[in-house]
T-cell receptor, first 114, second 113 residues
Framework: GEQVEQRPPHLSVREGDSAVITCTYT??????FFWYKQEPGASLQLLMK?????EINEGQGFTVLLNKKDKRLSLNLTAAHPGDSAAYFC?????????????FGKGTLLTVTP | DPKIIQKPKYLVAVTGSEKILICEQY?????MYWYRQSAKKPLEFMFS???????DNQTASSRFQPQSSKKNHLDLQITALKPDDSATYFC????????????FGPGTRLTVL
């Protein structure tokens, strides 16, 4: 089945710096990709969904890059601030398997210090 | 108002007992899911339901049984509880369709002693 590797497991940056989190996946049938944010003790908040070919999506304070050729998905928080401190998870859905099953990476715990 | 309600927020159970985790969504979605998050494993898909029918079951144990009494309800019954079942259980929902966004509830944190 699909395997999603997420790096790094922990990331500490100073306020104003950028933070980059990367996921690689194995199944070429993976078609839909998501980033979720989880604050301590809270649920998962959907940040962005991306699909199709190489694509850059910009959200509020972050950029998501998908490279299907390399099977790589990245989240770049530009000018991080302490409110960005949280766990971040990438997730993947395969078009060939269950349309419903999200396969998650193990997460990245981001700490942004003032 | 919360759109996905999970009850209870915290649950403590003894080994061998049975518990039901409640999930209700008010997003008008037709698909609902259960995921589990523990210290030992990453977020793990358990079940998906669409229009109250089981679509996918990735749970090896029959001790976990989803129950859908209404379109916007998907409860999770867990029998013969074990300490390894200790985890936070998240309910999620989405529109029906391929690769649609899934929205997560606040979770039920289960501790089995």
């Amino acid at each position: 089945g699909e395997q999603v590797e997420q790096r790094p497991p922990h990331l500490s940056v100073r306020e104003g710096d950028s933070a980059v989190i990367t996921c690689t996946y194995t199944d070429p049938n993976s078609y839909y990709f998501f980033w979720y944010k989880q604050e301590p003790g809270a649920s998962l908040q959907l940040l962005m969904k991306v699909f199709s070919s190489t694509e850059i999506n910009e959200g509020q304070g972050f950029t998501v890059l998908l490279n299907k050729k390399d099977k790589r998905l990245s989240l770049n928080l530009t000018a991080a601030h302490p409110g960005d401190s949280a766990a971040y998870f990438c997730a993947v859905i395969n078009s060939g398997g269950s349309n419903y099953k999200l396969t998650f990476g193990k997460g990245t715990l981001l700490t942004v210090t003032p | 108002d919360p759109k996905i309600i999970q009850k209870p927020k915290y649950l403590v159970a003894v080994t061998g007992s049975e518990k039901i985790l409640i999930c209700e969504q008010y997003l008008g979605h037709n698909a609902m899911y259960w995921y589990r998050q523990s210290a030992k494993k990453p977020l793990e898909f358990m079940f998906s339901y669409s229009y109250q029918k089981l679509m996918d079951n990735q749970t090896a144990s029959s001790r976990f049984q989803p129950q859908s009494s209404k379109k916007n309800h998907l409860d999770l019954q867990i029998t013969a509880l074990k300490p390894d079942d200790s985890a936070t259980y998240f309910c999620a929902s989405s529109q029906e369709g391929q690769g649609v966004e899934q929205y997560f509830g606040p979770g039920t944190r289960l501790t089995v002693l």
